[in-house]
């Protein structure tokens, strides 16, 4: 309490919290200030760079030193419930404790613990797990080696397990909340320009704005030779900035944080020049690889004589690998229906009672190597749905040429409900029963239409190596939000990046995405 009271203290009065820097989630959307006037030469602006660099990275990270240190306190008042013999009152025992958090800091800063949030645009909770698990073991038997040779205090084992398992639990636990609270009570805006005017750069615009808790604000685009986008400029999207020459100018006028290289037509020679130069100045620097549609959280980078080689995993799984992720959907899918059955009765009530129809809906999709099952949900439509869809086609959100999806906000043959089910994604769980029956996994590629599947050609084919899931990548970043060639782009790097931990991670991501409501319509 006495951590997380002075943390909010901490976080009210410091220099950072501006109107311009911290701001209510529900303020109005702001307008991208006007530059000031171009300087006539180029100069270097050293002190604006450290300005910069103490803001969204500097409150990230000294937000979670502040959830760590608060775990810690935390795991270590659950300990003293079972009533740990140790004098408290002991100056060394304070000193213990200080040093033990002190390498803790240690550790977690060598492994990237608080960095990572500066570096990377998006970082999820469940990302920090691996070593979050690592780095508490190693603090844990290392102090208590030390508490052995000090004689400060020896504690069972059976307490060292509880305070492991508690920290862990904790740690995890609240750099959730500070993530949560920074990027919900706090818009700590990091304002980016993406170098590169074409189809790439106005989609990372369009995946940046769909999504504002990343809290990354793209205030325009730097290119010598802009490509026209009729999407970027239907939708007044950010504006162009001029050409790549302006850009210690547009870094220092805008205040920009973050640069992201999105394939812009320079020669590599003056590209990496730029890059240079944005990172002289203190801004962050991404970098939209080459054959990014074929990469994925798995790939790995090695080198030979320093040049640096990017191998890619080949799409298939081995048998072992199929048995775990079998075995994950079995254990997790008993359990989750023992846990819901008094919510699923109460839905198939309430279905049964609203309208005439059955409580169940079967519908035929495609699944693993081509083969057809039948998919069930709860009903959340009127029994007239289907007739009604083709007088519903002008309301159809996806308008994008090629394949779309048939997605309808505020849906008129969608029942009241029905609304109620599909908001907290409920309608999903009678797929529990097809993930029994080894039809789906809870985790894979979106079980697809047969209608649908058959515009799917060349390498999205391969999203049909792996089961259909419940949920996945496509529901985790925006489900009915997202096209439909960018849903096929997101199945196959599933399935060439599969792993069973981005399997728990993905279902760890689907809690918050379905708090969140969005996209579920």
Request: aromatic residues 8%; positive net charge; charged residues 20%.
């Amino acid at each position: 309490m006495v951590i997380g009271g002075v943390a909010a203290a901490w976080l009210y009065s410091s220099q950072i919290a501006l109107p311009s820097d911290l701001a209510d989630v529900r303020e109005e959307p702001r307008t991208v200030p006007e530059p000031v006037a171009e300087p006539q030469t180029k100069a270097v602006y050293p002190a604006f760079a450290g300005h910069r660099l103490r803001r969204r990275g500097w409150v990230l990270r000294r937000a979670l030193l502040l959830a760590d240190a608060s775990a810690f306190v935390a795991a270590l008042a659950v300990v003293d419930i079972f009533r740990v013999q140790v004098n408290m009152a002991d100056p060394a025992v304070w000193l213990f404790g200080l040093g033990a958090f002190c390498a803790w800091v240690l550790f977690a800063h060598g492994y990237g613990l608080y960095l990572n949030d500066e570096l990377q645009a998006v970082r999820p909770t469940a990302d920090d797990v691996p070593g979050v698990i690592l780095l508490v073991t190693l603090t844990t038997w290392v102090g208590v080696l030390v508490l052995h040779a000090t004689a400060i205090a020896t504690p069972r084992m059976g307490l060292v397990a509880i305070f492991w398992a508690a920290a862990i639990a904790l740690v995890l636990l609240t750099r959730t909340i500070a993530r949560s609270v920074l990027s919900r009570r706090f818009v700590l805006r990091e304002r980016t320009l993406i170098v590169g005017a074409g189809q790439v750069g106005s989609e990372i615009a369009r995946k940046l704005a769909r999504r504002p808790e990343y809290g990354l604000e793209v205030i325009g685009f730097l290119d010598d030779e802009p490509l026209y986008d009729p999407l970027r400029a239907a939708d007044a999207g950010p504006p162009q900035l001029g050409g790549t020459s302006r850009m210690e100018h547009v870094l220092e006028s805008y205040g920009v944080e973050r640069v992201i290289f999105a394939f812009s037509r320079l020669p590599a020679s003056e590209q990496i020049e730029l890059f240079q130069r944005c990172m002289e100045l203190g801004v962050q620097v991404d970098i939209v690889p080459r054959l990014y549609e074929v990469m994925g959280s798995r790939m790995q980078v090695h080198d030979v004589e320093g040049l640096p080689l990017v191998g890619l995993r080949v799409p298939r799984l081995s048998r072992s690998s199929r048995l775990l992720k079998r075995s994950l959907d079995l254990a997790l899918s008993v359990v989750l229906l023992v846990v819901f059955a008094p919510l699923l009765a109460f839905a198939a009530l309430r279905i049964k009672l609203e309208s005439p129809g059955p409580v169940l809906f079967w519908q035929e999709r495609m699944g693993a190597e081509g083969r057809r099952f039948r998919i069930v949900k709860f009903r959340t439509m009127y029994a007239d749905a289907e007739e009604r869809k083709a007088e519903l086609e002008h309301l159809n959100k996806h308008t994008e040429d090629g394949p779309t999806m048939f997605k309808i906000k505020d849906d008129p043959r969608i029942t009241q409900f029905g609304c109620f089910l599909r908001r907290w994604s409920i309608d999903e769980l009678p797929q529990l029963w097809n993930v029994l029956r080894g039809e789906m996994s809870l985790v894979g590629p979106r079980p697809l239409i047969l209608a649908e599947d058959e515009n799917v050609v060349g390498a999205g084919r391969q999203r049909l190596r792996l089961t259909p899931g419940v949920t996945g990548l496509w529901q985790v970043l925006g489900r009915s939000d997202i096209p439909f060639r960018e849903m096929i782009t997101l199945d196959y790097l599933y399935v060439t990046n599969w792993s069973l931990w981005g399997d728990v991670k993905l279902l760890a991501r689907t809690v918050p995405r379905v708090l969140q409501k969005t996209g579920a319509y």
